[in-house]
């Protein structure tokens, strides 16, 4: 369904992603874990057109877009199958929630209003946050406003969604119920990208695991195995730590 | 106070008002409005960094912010002959405007940066086109934001009229002068201009009050204090 052949970035001198490969199928939770700094937000961004690569190749829905030239029409026309959660929630403050995932609707693909409204219910119902359909940003708490970009990324019915550490800017007490939220998405089916430090999450959740390190994966697999037996030294050195700090 | 004195005050105010109502409040207000407009403009040209017209705003800016209002009144109305083409009144109207719209300008640009630049990018992701996220997201938060500001500025214009009298508009300070050369009371007579401009200020503060409340309420701001 997505694969990124060859994904190159550079920021000056830097290389942030040096030659990145990966798949995903239609149904998977894929889980992208690793240390601080090792490119993994950068990844998400380029696969989004949020950052211009340096290089390499996105072949989405069947078509095939060179990410380094990729065009404003066809970074549009994916970007309407797609969904993104950002590590710090990013709504529109000057919506409230319920407007916040209509706008999409309404504005970028011109569905009628009470459609959209009605969308957008359901969409805030499954993330638990009806009774706040009109409040702003600013009047939520941290877990409720991840939860509505959250909604804001379903109700559009996107093909993928792609998380950036969703739980990673909130307070430990409020990370629960934002996993809960994408552990019934991921029941649903939804096809996920999910950069995380949540272990648990990753583990049981996810059906996959991409290990990042230094702007290269090191390792990729199947989670069960993934888990219980790493193949690589860097990756068995970096879930020694993650647990150690758990 | 002697009673000619009161009598002349009383005598005086609607004369001194009356212009207020008709020349002073109307040169502010489309003067202003023209301004916003130039304002938006320039600012959303910067933020958007439209190369071939970045120059040239700066340029505007630079060049109405560097000198002051009273000499550009001058250039236009006496240097570039505008009295030949249009009333004082209109040539009053181009100056304020261009003049305020510089100022607001950078209040705008700044307040379009303060827009959190994840919120842009947030509207893409929804597939919203850029334009889009401009007027819906966050041209309404820099107007918010730039509010108060702007409000200043037009409260500043409102006393700054008092200065097109040099340019023969025959507004509130013109007729007070007029009144003075008359009956020769300028304590009394400037006083009681001065406290016209005084309430058309406080009307306009009000104004500003009562429009901050209706945008918070909009913008959900009030949680944040409560
Ligand atoms: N906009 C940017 N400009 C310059 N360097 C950046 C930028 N964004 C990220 N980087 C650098 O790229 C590297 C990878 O960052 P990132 O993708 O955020 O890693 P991760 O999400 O895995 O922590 C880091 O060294 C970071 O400092
Ligand atoms: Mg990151």
């Keep these: ?246 | 106070m002697t009673e000619r004195v009161w009598h002349i005050l009383l005598e005086s105010f609607p004369k001194i008002l009356l212009p207020g109502l008709r020349m002073t409040l109307p040169l502010t207000a489309v003067a202003f409005a023209l301004a916003m407009v130039i304002a938006v403009a320039v600012a959303l040209i910067q933020f958007a960094r439209v190369k071939a017209l970045v120059p040239l705003c700066r340029f505007y800016i630079w060049v109405i912010r560097g000198t002051p209002l009273l000499v550009q009144l001058f250039v236009v109305f006496y240097g570039f002959k505008a009295g030949m083409y249009m009333s004082p009144f209109w040539a009053a109207v181009l100056v304020f405007a261009v003049n305020e719209g510089a100022y607001c300008a950078e209040t705008m640009r700044g307040a379009l940066e303060s827009v959190p630049a994840g919120q842009i990018e947030a509207g893409y992701c929804v597939g919203m086109r850029y334009t889009q996220i401009m007027r819906r997201i966050v041209l309404p938060q820099a107007l918010r934001t730039a509010f108060p500001s702007l409000s200043n500025g037009l409260i500043s214009m409102v006393k700054d009229t008092s200065l097109t009298a040099n340019i023969t508009v025959a507004e509130m300070f013109m007729a007070t002068q007029r009144i003075n050369a008359r009956y020769y009371e300028p304590l009394a007579l400037y006083l009681e201009v001065a406290v016209i401009y005084l309430l058309f200020s406080t009307l306009l503060t009000w104004l500003q009050r009562w429009g901050e409340k209706r945008l918070n309420a909009l913008g959900g701001k009030e949680a944040r204090h409560a």
Excluded: W
């Design chain 1, 1 to 246: 369904m997505l694969e990124v052949r060859d994904l190159r970035k550079r920021f000056g001198h830097l290389t942030v992603l040096d030659g990145v490969s990966l798949r995903v199928e239609k149904g998977d939770v894929t889980a992208v874990i690793g240390p601080s700094g090792g490119g993994k937000t950068t990844l998400l961004r380029c696969v989004n057109f949020l950052e211009k690569a340096d290089g390499g190749t996105l072949i989405f829905d069947g078509n095939s877009y060179d990410l380094r030239t990729v065009s404003k029409r066809d970074m549009a026309a994916v970007r309407m199958k797609t969904g993104f959660v950002f590590q710090n929630f990013n709504l529109f403050s000057n919506k409230t929630a319920i407007q916040n995932v209509t706008e999409g609707l309404i504005i970028a693909r011109r569905m009628p209003k009470d459609q959209a409204n009605a969308v957008a219910m359901r969409a805030l119902d499954r993330v638990g946050l009806r009774d706040r359909a009109d409040h702003y940003p600013s009047q939520l708490s941290g877990g409720q406003q991840q939860r509505v970009a959250i909604a804001r990324a379903v109700a559009t019915n996107p093909e993928i969604i792609y998380f950036d550490e969703p739980t990673s800017a909130l307070d430990p007490e409020l990370i629960g119920e934002v996993l809960a939220v994408m552990r019934d998405l991921a029941a649903s089916g939804m096809t996920m990208l999910v950069v995380t430090h949540e272990m648990r999450f990753a583990r049981e959740v996810s059906s996959r695991v991409i290990f990042m390190e230094n702007g290269g994966i090191v390792e990729q697999g199947e989670s069960r195995a993934f888990f219980a037996a790493p193949k690589e030294a860097r990756t068995q050195a970096f879930l020694r730590t993650i647990s150690a700090e758990n």
